[in-house]
């Protein structure tokens, strides 16, 4: 089979390097241009050190209209609002190729969300509302990738907390207000240094940022909203940790009294029963960071509270790694379904460990 030809359009950011430590490697895609607005001329391994002698691509600096030329797809690794743009003068150009986004530019149909949580009206309204990108999680959307032209990947937290809470939802006992808390490494700050990820003031140091406020949110109730939960509404602080990889998330939720840890079980078991990339954990352990870090793999569990009159609260746990399953492995997984490839190509080794 010949390879398809690829471009990344935003190379130089931890994204864009998870993107190349995996596509390079690839059995059916060939990285055609790396294009980026910073070390241009450099070799991607005098940017990204792991990757040196892996590759003779250089980061180019050229209108993303010329970057797509003569390739079949563009993974984009850009900011939100940067990438919307992007998108436009690519398909205003005529490109007629695939589209993966790993930005939150496409990934909600209500625009007036969308301006509420990211500052700023959307360029192109109509192509929330119609649903031009299709949402990139696999676990709940596989059906709708493999028809997929355009796919927007989904937020790193959102993929933690949606998957976290997704047997819930499908067992129809997500209802109402839920609230969760999610630890996340300093990675998904991006590879520039700021105040609130400068190591020094990270590595020793827990603070939140966005509280209740936090631009996933719309994310998480619209996905869980189509899968099966009720009248939503999430509460959610996120944490900033003193690690560089990995999302850790608690969530809890009010179920009815009746509601058993066996009937819990069969529902963790039965959703992910044939998810390549899941664990359901249901040792003496509960999920944790180190067990998925560097690979694509998800951590899932549960633990049921006592009964309180009429209900008993459920807490769900779910671990990531933001870099791969929470951005670059999961665009890349759900790539592979939109072609038609073997889902698990370049993402099946296991994480690091420890």
Not at 110 to 125: S, W
Not at 252 to 268: D, I, N
Request: charged share 20%; with cysteine; proline share 6%.
């Amino acid at each position: 089979m010949a390879k398809i030809k690829a471009t990344l359009i935003g190379g130089t950011g931890y994204g864009g390097a998870e993107l190349l430590r995996r596509l390079l490697f690839h059995p059916n895609v060939e990285v055609a241009r790396v294009t980026a607005v910073d070390n241009i001329g450099k070799k991607i391994g005098d940017v990204h050190f792991n990757l040196a002698s892996v590759s003779q691509l250089t980061f180019e600096q050229v209108p993303a209209a010329e970057a797509c030329k003569g390739v079949d797809v563009v993974f984009l690794a850009l900011p939100h609002k940067t990438t919307a743009r992007v998108v436009l003068e690519m398909l205003d150009s005529g490109f007629a190729g695939k589209i993966v986004d790993m930005s939150g530019d496409f990934r909600l149909r209500d625009p007036a969300a969308y301006e509420k949580y990211y500052g700023v009206a959307h360029p192109r309204p109509a192509m929330l509302t119609e649903g031009a990108f299709v949402y990139g999680l696999p676990e709940l959307n596989r059906e709708a990738i493999k028809k997929a032209k355009y796919l927007a990947s989904p937020g790193c937290f959102a993929t933690t907390i949606a998957l976290g809470l997704y047997p819930l939802a499908k067992l129809g006992l997500l209802t109402g207000p839920v609230q969760t808390v999610a630890a996340t490494g300093s990675s998904g700050s991006g590879a520039n240094p700021a105040i609130g990820t400068h190591h020094p003031l990270r590595a020793s140091n827990l603070r939140t940022s966005t509280p209740l406020d936090h631009q996933h949110i719309p994310e998480i109730v619209q996905t869980l909203g189509l899968v099966g939960a009720k009248d939503l509404a999430l509460e959610f602080v996120p944490v900033s940790a003193p690690l560089p990889r990995g999302i850790f998330a608690t969530s809890f939720a009010t179920v009815p009294a009746s509601t058993s840890k066996e009937q819990l079980t069969a529902g963790w078991k039965s959703t992910f029963a044939h998810e390549p990339f899941i664990r359901v954990v249901e040792s003496d352990r509960q999920p944790e960071v180190v067990a998925v870090a560097h690979g694509n793999y998800v951590e899932v569990g549960f633990t049921l509270g006592p009964v309180t009159g009429a209900t008993r609260r459920v807490v769900c746990f779910s671990a990531i790694d933001n870099l791969v399953k929470g951005g670059a492995g999961q665009s890349i997984q759900a790539f592979n379904v939109m072609m038609g490839f073997e889902e698990k190509a370049t993402l099946a080794e296991p994480g690091l460990w420890p």
